[in-house]
């Protein structure tokens, strides 16, 4: 199964082959004029330079192919060249049956089962998660959603900063203090003692990290700490591994609000022991060499247009660093999963960064150029003054918090639109924080990956508008409806049970929309867009919005128009479910 676009570029390709041109020529996509035609074809005027004639010549010749074809109600040539194509309402309902009848709604699965490592997330052990962690974990995880639907077998990885010098900071402040049973102590299966301990560091650490910052010999003492926690030591150690499993408690619980899902938690520790062995074997290979007694990779390039510094392996004091960290981990990967794909989803900032390590990992075969090294950066989520997002009082502001907001605001609209008003209460809990998680996360999604956008939850959880809540409501509706001719013995025409038969004139720009998914599928899965599915979901809202509204649905007396109607209907909730899950929103059954 394809798109129906991707078919008629198959017949198309074939009328230029048979006019003597190149089949290439032949792609066919959906009309920009939607007034003028349902397709288009612009491939005449590059035809025409190769046959060395006129554009529209050329466009007739092949027109007059097509025109013989049962398929088409209308082949027309457009100024230069353009070739316009309607469809006859059968072929649009042959297509559309068809796809009601497939489980993956006519989307090929593009990948044979190849692993592909994902790291997003990033969050730090010991500190609370914070709005900075929001986007690398929700378009993490949406793009982890897109591969595996494409058939790939994903592998998300949390990549958590887990040991790095703010635990020596932490661990050196609690034993100069006396205090390291508060770590060493915590009951593991107490909600309580867990809840306790990570308080205590988030208060802990702003005052001992501002206190190592102004006091040398403090500093030393936490690098000190560091390297003895590294060197796994008691009882720094053994503080690491009760913080980590406290902080991965807590990870668990914000994630899981989000519906974010890792199937990884690693983080750079699992990959110290890689490091030597790799820093040695780069550098008797003649990869890494000694820089003013650290130890680099040279990466730049002859044609480089802007300067790109050496990978810094090993700093001069001995001590390992994220470039040596991310170095191993890329090891560590291709070690483990010998995956064809591996995507960072980090703050675009860090583009540079991994430009150094993707070409250090080239350069000592640690990554063969079969596979695949992407960096899918991303833009920062700002507040009304454009500046990255903090509270009032100027803090960044807790995950949990945002969540917080998010239901207590969702909570409210349900209120003013009336809507969940007679459901039991924790069936009405559970929908306001659907709500405020599809408002939360579309509001993130629906922008190019690449660039910032302003946070505004009041404009996130409305009703109205392209936002998730809107979605959910319009996916919401068409469950009333279906459940409604259900009830009322009409023939609901779902997956497997008939075919589309009949279209009344407004009812095709629902059909033709509904054909385009695959192509928008693979738009963004290719290039790692999620927001290419945001605005096909809000587009298919809207124009499902006006064919009930303008349609006759239970109500039309025509039994099987009433049928086709109801199938389109099931077929725009089964779109809409889709796209909403591989955002990782989750559609209510009722509001």
Known sequence: ????????????????????????????????????????????????????????????????????????????????????????????????????????LSVPEMAQGETVVLDYGGPNIAKPMHVGHLRAGIIGDTLRRIMAFAGYKTLGDVHMGDWGTHLGILFND????????????????????????????????????????????????????????????????????????VSIVGMERNYGMLNVHFDLWKGEADVHDLIPPMVDDLKARGYAVESEGAIVVPVKRNEDKKEVPPLLLVK???????????????????????????????????????????????????????????FAGFG?????????????????????????????????????????KDMPETERASIAHKVAVAAIKFADLQNQRQADYVFDIDRMVSFEGKTGPYLLYQAVRIKSLLRKAESSGSETRGFGNTEIQKFGDSDIPLALLLCELPDVFEGAL?????????????????????????????SEEDEVLRGSRLTLCTLTLAQLELVLSLLGIEVPDRM
């Open 316 to 374: 001069r004091d001995g001590a390992f660093i994220y470039g040596s960290t991310d170095l191993a981990t890329v090891v560590e990967r291709m070690q483990l999963y010998g995956p064809s794909k591996i995507i960072y989803v980090v703050d675009q900032r860090q583009g540079l960064h991994f430009e150094q390590v993707f070409r250090a990992a080239r350069m000592g075969g640690i990554a063969p150029d079969a596979v695949e090294l992407t």
């Open 380 to 420: 920062t989520m700002n507040g009304p003054d454009g500046k990255p997002f903090k509270t009032r009082a100027g803090g960044v502001l807790k995950l949990e918090d945002l969540i917080a907001m998010g239901v207590a605001k969702a909570t409210e609209r349900l209120n003013d639109a009336n809507l969940a």
């Open 526 to 554: 290719n290039n790692y867009t999620p927001h290419l599915l945001c605005e096909y979901a809000y587009r298919l809202a809207q124009t499902f919005s006006s064919f009930y509204n303008s349609c006759h649905i239970l």
């Open 174 to 245: 609690y034993i100069r203090s006396g205090e390291q049973d508060k770590v060493l102590k915590v009951d593991l299966d107490d909600p309580a003692s867990v809840s306790a301990l990570f308080e205590d560091m988030s208060e802990r650490y702003p005052r001992a990290s501002a206190a190592s910052k102004e006091d040398e010999a403090l500093r030393a003492q936490a690098q000190e700490a560091t390297l003895k926690m590294q060197n796994r030591e008691a009882p720094y150690y053994e503080m690491w591994q009760k913080v980590k499993a």
């Open 1 to 104: 199964m394809t798109s129906l676009a991707s078919k008629l570029t198959v017949i198309v390709s074939a009328a230029f082959e048979e006019a003597g041109l190149p089949a290439d020529l032949g792609l066919v996509r959906v009309s920009d004029r939607p007034d003028l035609a349902q397709f288009q074809c612009n491939g005449a005027m590059a035809a025409a330079k190769v046959a060395k004639k006129n554009p529209r010549a050329v466009a007739e010749e092949v027109a007059g192919r097509l025109k013989a074809r049962g398929e088409f109600a209308k082949v027309e040539i457009a100024g230069p060249g353009f070739i316009n194509i309607d469809l006859t309402p059968e072929a649009i309902a042959g297509h559309l049956s068809a796809m009601a009848t497939d489980a993956r």
